[in-house]
């Protein structure tokens, strides 16, 4: 009789010691083995006392030798009939599950190989990663013969179909980028997924299983195979076993580190995973730059074999269809290929890169790893750089296919090569901000969303497409950011100078130079004043304009400062922060084609005629609204509201109401404006009242009569959704709106109230610590504080609180939220209606630092 408690002592006794011993994870491959032959061993044991008629296998990363600490362990039952073994499978899961092996199985019958051929792609392809574990072996050879029957042409071409869709859905949710700053290790492009889909399709395309009964990884055998049947080079062969292994080494800490099972590679575990395996001052940097580049190996090889199993399967073009692009390239179809020459020249490679651009086509695998191996080992050639700055200017004026080509260029080591500036860019983090890929994805990126405006009848679009040389654009966004792994603070300032010295080294001139190193050095600063500063303010507009000296200056900006915000994350383009960009580019085109100020911008577009106002109301005469404008010293009041809506604020305000609030909707906002008489520190109320209701705001604007009255009027989402806000909602904002003005609900006790509810929305959506910074700008008449800090729930209200606290009046604010981090932007004056002395600014930035941090 087996001795049970015994076994299962002995086996947890070494999965522990396992654990423990490879918490740094020296070697992956050995660890993952380890632990699976462990297991293997354990189910075998438990197992000994009968003979079965079916069949027991392990399944997934169970059967590929792969297990990380926490990872599934699949089993799959084979068997001729389900009801004569169900008793008998039934009692081994239950024996393994009551020996601490908790494993999910199932169970298959030979008519389940044609029915999820048919029906479910994922269900399928587990059946070609089994590895006999025990039971009926000539069953188990009669199940893979039998799986492989049924691998024809034709389903072989309907599969890697299926499996390519499949590659694409997982990009669709986990990203598409092998460079997303926090990755999933298995699912998101160049995580291990990645590699194993392309095992799957060998093992379709060869009818062949990868599960050799030698003690290593399925990848280390899956290599070999690369390897052996020359499918790609040795060095590449080399590089994929070293970025997988790097990748699972991750995986395995992962799971360690939080003993579950976790694939998300978030920032904090970056942190912890680097410093405990790189003992360096730059651990992070130097990790992540590493594994980036483990995920770019395997994501480009990945595609590339993709396009090869795919042409497998496709009707060859016959060779007299063949185009011989020059002494070197042949393109056949949509690849292209050496016309027989074996060592090209990096010129070579970029005029390859130019016809790939030009033809929308794509490498051979022969092409690709020469290309790969040339640029690995290249230390520079000025001798042929005239020439291949002149196929580098070429892609650079593509009609389309830019982006995808300096992309590909990037994946495959081109650029950096070329471009040694670019090195220090790819892989470079930027934690704490609102950025979602490394400093190289998101310059790339720039330029492909750009290109995605070909198709585009907006203004933005008809701007892109009406621009014949758009080389200065591409120019200026692959140099925005070569200057950040050098200083992120003030990487426009050192940006333009590199641009400058680049392109002069590429034999640009000096009248193309000029306006790269103009986009590059201001390529921030129509985002700042957009999403920051009052564009109703002639002071505003005045300083902005003032920077161009054409107003095609001005249009290659606006499409600067879109590709820059729309290649951040999915998040950061909004229909918000679009209208409020093309208001500013709208204003400023107005004043340099007319060559007027803001002043007489502003006012040429404010004549209010009191008669259009009253008709929207029987309750109002035209003196009512002569009074009303009159009162109101802020030309950005009559641009803010319709006609219609001053009428019901002047009707509001003749009612005598304690308070007014009217709730607008727009396609992804609402907009709530408040008419109330004023009190100390009512904007910080307005704001506590809404936050309570877990309304964000984005935008506040604040209009004062001189009798008093007050209508501020708030851009605000839903903080959960990020959209409008609910209508069944309005009613109890308004009450609460109107509670916190009459004083019938203290907000501190309120506050406290939310703090336990507050605290667990926050865990969930607010999840890096970030910095904070106070500056102050200067303007003729308000000074204007800058607030940048990590977001949290109720944080305008504790702002405008402190700053009335410090004897300051509000009298405009705008907020703009990047991701998890605000930058909140404050027109004050103090008490006596005065500019901040700037001997205060050191107290009001402790101040404001102290009370921003108490809530962090």
Known sequence: MT????????????????????????????????????????????????????????????????????????????????????????????????????????????????????????????????????????????????????????????????????????????????????????????????????????????????????????????????????????????????????????????????????????????????????????????????????????????????????????????????????????????????????????????????????????????????????????????????????FFREILRLPKNVGLTLSVMNELGVLKAFMPEFKDLIGFLQHGVYHCYTADEHTIMTIQNLEKLEKDTSPLGRLYNNLKDKETLHLGLLFHDIAKPINIAGHEIIGAEMASSIMNRLGYSEEEIEPVAFLVKNHLVMEQVAFRRNLNDPETLNTFTSRFNSVKDLELLYLVTYADLSAVNSAIWTAWKSDLLAELYTKSRSMLEDQISGEELLFSRIYVEPKEISKHSDLISEEHVQEHIDSINDIGYAHQFTDQEIAKHIEDIQKGIILSATFKEFDDFTNITVITKDSPSLLSKLCGALSINDVNIFDAKIFTRKDGMVIDTFDVTDFRTHGKIDPERHTKIKHDLESVVTGRLQLNQEFARMKSKWWRIESKFFKRTGKIKISFDKHEKYTIIDVFSPDRLGFLYQVTSKIHELGMSIYFAKISTKGDDIVDSFYVLNNSGGKISSINYDLIRAELTETITQML
């Open 3 to 390: 001795n049970l408690p015994g076994i299962k002592k002995e086996f947890l006794k070494k999965r522990d010691k396992l654990f423990q011993e490879n918490i740094r994870q020296k070697d992956a491959f050995h660890f993952s083995v380890s632990y699976s032959l462990l297991v293997e061993e354990y189910i075998r044991e438990l197992s000994s006392e009968n003979k079965h008629n079916f069949v027991l296998a392990s399944a997934g990363s169970f059967s590929r030798r792969e297990l990380s600490p926490y990872s599934d362990i699949d089993l799959m039952f084979i068997t001729n009939s389900i009801e004569e073994n169900k008793e008998a499978i039934a009692h081994l899961v239950t024996k393994f599950w009551d020996n601490g092996l908790e494993a999910s199985h199932t169970v298959r019958e030979f008519s389940d190989i044609e029915k999820y051929l048919h029906t479910d792609l994922h269900t399928f392809t587990q059946f070609f990663e089994t590895r006999f574990l025990l039971g009926n072996e000539l069953l188990y050879k009669k199940w893979n013969e039998t799986l492989f029957s049924y691998i024809t042409e034709d389903i072989q071409i309907k599969l890697l179909q299926e499996l390519s869709d499949d590659i694409n859905a997982r990009y669709e949710k986990f990203g598409d980028s092998p460079k997303v700053l926090e990755p999933n290790v298995k699912s998101s492009a160049g995580g291990l997924r990645d590699f194993q889909a392309i095992e799957w399709m060998y093992v379709l395309m060869n009818k062949t299983l990868l599960n050799k009964q030698s003690e290593i990884t399925q990848a280390e055998v899956f290599i070999d195979l690369l390897r052996d049947n020359n499918y790609t080079s040795e060095n590449e062969c080399k590089r994929l076993l070293k970025s997988y292994k790097l990748i699972l080494t991750v995986r395995n800490m992962l799971h360690l580190s939080s003993q579950q099972k976790n694939d998300r590679f978030e920032f904090n575990a970056q942190k912890k995973i680097s410093s405990t395996l790189i003992h360096r001052k730059d651990a992070l940097s130097s990790f992540m730059h590493e594994y980036f580049n483990a995920a770019n190996i395997i994501n480009r090889f990945s595609k590339s074999m993709i396009k090869k199993f795919q042409e497998d399967t496709s009707n060859p073009l016959p060779d007299s269809l063949a185009i011989e692009l020059d002494e070197d390239f042949i393109l056949k179809g949509k690849t292209i290929s050496l016309n027989g020459k074996p060592n090209i020249s990096l010129s070579d490679i970029l005029r390859a890169f130019y016809y790939r651009g030009l033809h929308n086509a794509h490498f051979d695998e022969n092409l690709r790893s020469t290309v790969i191996e040339i640029v690995e080992d290249y230390e520079g050639d000025t001798k042929n750089e005239a020439e291949s700055s002149v």
